[in-house]
């Protein structure tokens, strides 16, 4: 899945943000990257697009830190309680472009063990435009967002579909957004989000959490929640 920062360089729609001309030289990169002149070494095809979308992120990360020395903007960073809640260690970071405009780059990664082969591992990336239609950091907000990740999940006792086998597999789509942000004096502040869209899974079932034999192979797809999240806030600036 190509980040949705990307569709909008490939569709001219990322001059509405009024990116300066500071940011050429990420942008020729963002062009060879569309390309594939820019090499991979990762030959697995899921661990590949992750590491696409993750380059494109943290490039696009650049650019936006370039425009926000030279403008001013607002810089948070941020992180998912509802994630910690299930031991999965995450981080956000929303830069502001132009008045109503920021862009979000959120990330998760579990890689925990657990006891009596319990699984519950898996990284995940989302991008995310937002629409404030006040100020940005202000009150109400709208976001498109997509969506990438893979996941080793199974042999979890609480839940009934999963207690007895183990599922391997990838995931991508994208939805969109509605939230709401509160200030909590000049540097913090909380988000409550939640969001609907499409997601599609390709993933290989096993009975257990060692096993090199797989049960059998699926493909699934459904329209429904696709983010959820409580988030603690702090600007950088």
């Given at each position: 899945m190509l980040s949705l920062s990307v569709l909008l360089l490939?569709?001219?729609?990322?001059?509405?943000?009024?990116?300066?001309?500071?940011?050429?030289?990420?942008?020729?990169?963002?062009?060879?990257?569309?390309?594939?002149r820019i090499p991979l070494t990762v030959t697995k095809s899921s661990i590949n697009i992750m590491y696409r979308v993750l380059?494109?992120?943290?490039?696009?990360?650049?650019?936006?830190?370039?425009?926000?020395?030279?403008?001013g903007q607002q810089t948070a960073l941020k992180t998912n309680l509802l994630f910690w809640a299930t031991t999965t260690?995450?981080?956000?970071?929303?830069?502001?472009?132009?008045?109503?405009?920021?862009?979000?780059?959120?990330?998760?990664?579990?890689?925990?063990?657990?006891?009596?082969?319990?699984?519950?591992?898996?990284?995940?990336?989302?991008?995310?435009v937002r629409f404030w239609p006040c100020r940005k950091f202000e009150g109400h907000f709208f976001g498109v967002h997509g969506h990438y990740g893979h996941f080793n999940i199974g042999m979890i006792p609480f839940i009934s579909g999963l207690k007895d086998h183990v599922l391997r597999g990838d995931l991508y789509g994208g939805g969109v957004t509605y939230g709401y942000h509160w200030a909590v004096g000049n540097r913090w502040g909380?988000?409550?989000?939640?969001?609907?869209?499409?997601?599609?899974?390709?993933?290989?079932?096993?009975?257990?959490?060692?096993?090199?034999?797989a049960s059998g192979s699926y493909s699934r797809s459904y329209f429904g929640p696709t983010r959820i999240g409580f988030s603690v806030i702090y600007f950088l600036r």
């Amino acid at each position: 899945m190509l980040s949705l920062s990307v569709l909008l360089l490939q569709y001219g729609t990322i001059k509405q943000f009024e990116i300066p001309d500071s940011c050429a030289f990420c942008v020729s990169l963002f062009r060879l990257f569309l390309r594939d002149r820019i090499p991979l070494t990762v030959t697995k095809s899921s661990i590949n697009i992750m590491y696409r979308v993750l380059y494109l992120s943290l490039l696009y990360t650049g650019c936006l830190l370039l425009t926000t020395n030279m403008y001013g903007q607002q810089t948070a960073l941020k992180t998912n309680l509802l994630f910690w809640a299930t031991t999965t260690p995450n981080t956000d970071v929303e830069f502001g472009m132009g008045r109503q405009f920021t862009m979000d780059i959120w990330g998760a990664y579990n890689a925990w063990k657990y006891p009596d082969d319990m699984r519950l591992n898996l990284y995940l990336i989302q991008p995310e435009v937002r629409f404030w239609p006040c100020r940005k950091f202000e009150g109400h907000f709208f976001g498109v967002h997509g969506h990438y990740g893979h996941f080793n999940i199974g042999m979890i006792p609480f839940i009934s579909g999963l207690k007895d086998h183990v599922l391997r597999g990838d995931l991508y789509g994208g939805g969109v957004t509605y939230g709401y942000h509160w200030a909590v004096g000049n540097r913090w502040g909380l988000e409550a989000m939640i969001g609907g869209g499409y997601v599609s899974m390709k993933y290989t079932k096993y009975k257990c959490a060692e096993c090199a034999e797989a049960s059998g192979s699926y493909s699934r797809s459904y329209f429904g929640p696709t983010r959820i999240g409580f988030s603690v806030i702090y600007f950088l600036r």
